[in-house]
């Protein structure tokens, strides 16, 4: 079972939904022991950086404690940018620390938010875009970036005139920058690889 973690953040209800709609079995919790007793977690949402981070509270003890011990973490859109170290979005905030980087404002010279359809080159060997072509599209809706600076992260990129980190995978940690919930066939995709993870091992994929 997949836990869907519940602190009031943006795209539960959509991503719940989608998940439902490809039949896989998950549940939407803050409660420890159900994070604990999960094959995997989702951590969405839809915000700014300094509000999710404490919006999510004494769970994201619960979240690092799980993760380092081996369970498949996917994050989502603002849940992506929480797994690094920190934000500037909304003044100075510390982020989960499970991939080394930092989150900072898309620059200027293009349109923001980022907000669209952009084709996604993954690096080789992201288990996320098995049975994917490269340069498939996802859509996105952000204004601030990672930076990844983990030597051990596997990162996908997406062109917006800069190089945009579109997804990233560290052993058992995953993220992706866009939404794969409202991503058509290639975001459902995503998320029923994150379900084979999570059912196999990540280190069985």
């Known amino acids: 079972m997949i836990v869907v973690i519940d602190y009031n953040v943006g795209n539960v209800k959509s991503v719940r939904n989608a998940l439902d709609y490809l039949g896989l079995e998950d549940k939407l919790s803050a409660d420890a022991g159900d994070i ?5 977690i989702i951590l969405p949402g839809v915000a700014a950086f300094g509000y999710a981070i404490k919006a999510l509270g004494d769970t994201a003890e619960v979240v690092k404690d799980v993760a380092r011990a081996g369970k498949p973490v996917l994050g989502i859109c603002v ?3 929480l797994l690094f170290d920190r934000s500037c979005e909304m003044g100075e905030h510390e982020g989960l620390g499970l991939v ?3 989150v900072r404002p898309i620059p200027p010279g293009r349109t923001i938010p980022h907000m669209g359809w952009n084709a996604v080159q993954p690096a080789e060997g992201m288990v996320l875009f098995d049975g994917l072509q490269d340069d498939e599209h996802f859509y996105f809706a952000h204004s601030y970036q990672a930076h990844v600076t983990d030597a051990d992260a596997k990162v996908a ?3 917006y ?3 945009i980190a579109a997804s990233v ?3 058992n940690i995953f993220g992706v920058q866009f939404h794969p919930e409202k991503s058509s066939k290639a975001g459902l995709s995503v998320l029923r690889n994150f ?3 999570c059912r196999n091992g990540a280190n069985r994929c």
Do not use: N, S, V
């Open 36 to 40: 604990e007793r999960a094959d995997g």
């Open 195 to 197: 379900d084979r993870i």
């Open 79 to 81: 849940g992506f940018q």
């Open 169 to 171: 995978q560290k052993d």
């Open 161 to 163: 005139g800069i190089d």
């Open 100 to 102: 080394a980087g930092d």
């Open 157 to 159: 990129y997406a062109d």
